[in-house]
């Protein structure tokens, strides 16, 4: 058993002074308060939950910075975001991904991430037509080498769009039928284990028809794991499914489907009140990802309109160009704050907003990775980061305010040090594989050249 204390600790009911941790097989045995230091293995400063990176495009980490010039068309969008990023898709083999998600997970564990969910539709390798799986394969090495608690989301992307019953040219890579992509989930499903969860998912209403819908959501509520949607991230999707189906995205997903606590929608950025209302209402998890939705120019979601009727949130920096957990949350209230003209809008449980923000993003991210219990429990995996109690972002800041300064006081963070299943992965504010991680993802764009 390892025993470590915490001058300070953020537990489920609050912060607390000389924490002890004791830890056995990569779970948190007991935790005691005002304890002493005596007999400890390691003496620790701030100590809180890590948080989870609720949708990750984890191939998507090689875009990062390639799609930020104007097009000779000088209409930039999502959608012609898109073209470059079908483009990278398909030349993204087995082996590069294991290089390109090292590094993003990496990065996510240096940031204070611990988990992730990631939402995966490239099940095969564009440059091998012969293999079975690799691709899977290739997250679950890229995790492991990292340290980071994975839950993988095998997606389902079948069609072009609601009347475009097959895919396009590009799609065609990584497209598959419902049988297909069943059979995937049912090989894969039993190699999810020490540090790998499983969910399922289809990608959006636009990418699958109804019965196949209908048929991955079978799936997801007979062996309870998490289901993953996008939804509603563009005006374009509004209008096309309304076309086609006669109702906007979350109202016929919310009518058609038993959309509960386990359901997971993505960005929903695009509803009615209504929607809004019942969205809530109904218990799913709305995973949100700022710094992505506003370099996709996508919009703002509802949040504090959401949040007044009780709905739930997650966060995940989807496609990487910012992998910032506290981040995330920042751009998340002032989002808010730009569309109201007014401050401290996420303040509905607590008056400061950095702790509301955390402590849901905590308790939606656990949820949304099919992760039993978050936070700093007995029973809990030992997941936690480790701050700098005497880093100046924090000095002066008390229990009310230190997680304000965390979430609002900007660059760099005060991350010290990162424990996942009762192991180190980052140390002195580096990971422990940096240089290796750091080459090999160098190694992997050198071969790709160009990656849009």
């Known amino acids: 058993m390892t025993i470590l204390f915490a001058r300070k600790a953020l537990l489920p009911d609050g912060w607390h002074d000389n924490v002890q941790l004791a830890l056995a097989a990569g779970r948190i045995e007991r935790v005691t308060v005002d304890a002493s230091s005596d007999g400890s293995d390691e003496i620790l400063g701030c100590v809180i939950p890590g948080l989870c990176n609720a949708h990750s495009h984890a191939f998507q980490r090689a875009l990062a910075g390639h799609t930020e010039e104007r097009s000779p068309a000088g209409r930039d969008n999502f959608w012609s975001w898109r073209e470059r990023m079908y483009a990278l898709a398909g030349r993204v083999s087995a082996d590069l991904l294991t290089a390109i998600a090292r590094q993003a997970y990496c990065e996510m564990l240096r940031s204070g991430y611990t988990s992730v969910a990631e939402f995966h539709y490239l099940h095969r390798d564009p440059l091998d037509a012969a293999a079975v799986d690799t ?22 992307y079948e069609r072009a769009g609601f009347e475009d019953p097959e895919p396009t040219a590009q799609q065609a890579t990584f497209a598959m039928s419902a049988d297909e992509f069943l ?50 991230e563009q005006r374009r999707e509004v209008k096309q499914c ?14 058609n489907f038993d959309v509960g606590p386990a359901w997971n929608l993505v960005h929903a950025t695009h509803m009615d009140d209504e929607e809004v209302v019942a969205l809530a209402r109904c218990g799913a ?10 370099n996709l120019g996508d919009g703002l979601f509802p949040l504090h309109a959401y949040l007044e009727q009780g709905g739930r949130i997650a966060i995940g920096s989807d496609s990487h160009v910012s992998i910032n957990p506290f981040e995330e949350l920042r751009w998340l209230e002032y989002g808010q704050r730009l569309a109201t003209r007014s401050r401290n809008v996420v303040s509905l449980r607590d008056s400061h907003v950095g702790s509301e923000l955390f402590a849901r993003a905590l308790e939606g991210g656990a949820s949304a990775a099919g992760q039993p219990v978050a936070g700093i429990e007995q029973g809990a995996s030992a997941d936690f980061v480790v701050l700098n109690d005497e880093d100046p972002m924090l000095a002066g800041h008390n229990d009310d305010s230190r997680l304000d300064a965390l979430v609002f006081s900007g ?42």
Not at 242 to 255: A, I, K, M, Q
């Open 135 to 156: 691709m899977f394969d290739a997250i679950v090495t890229a995790a492991h080498e990292s340290g980071i608690r994975l839950t993988y989301i095998p997606v389902h």
């Open 183 to 232: 059979d995937h989930f049912e090989r894969v499903a039993p190699s999810c284990k020490n540090g790998v969860n499983i969910g399922i998912g289809v990608h959006s209403l636009r990418a699958v028809s109804q019965a196949s819908l209908t048929r991955v959501a079978d799936v997801a509520a007979a062996t309870g794991v998490p289901m993953h949607i996008h939804v509603a």
């Open 242 to 255: 309304f076309s086609s189906y006669g109702r906007r995205p979350v109202r016929w997903l919310l009518e």
């Open 285 to 294: 998890v709305a995973v949100l990802c700022p710094s992505t939705e506003a």
């Open 411 to 452: 660059y760099p963070l005060p991350v010290e040090r990162v424990m996942v299943d009762g192991r180190w992965r980052v140390e002195d504010a580096a990971h422990v594989e940096r240089e290796r991680a750091r080459d090999e993802f160098a190694g992997a764009l050198n071969r790709l050249g160009s990656p849009a």
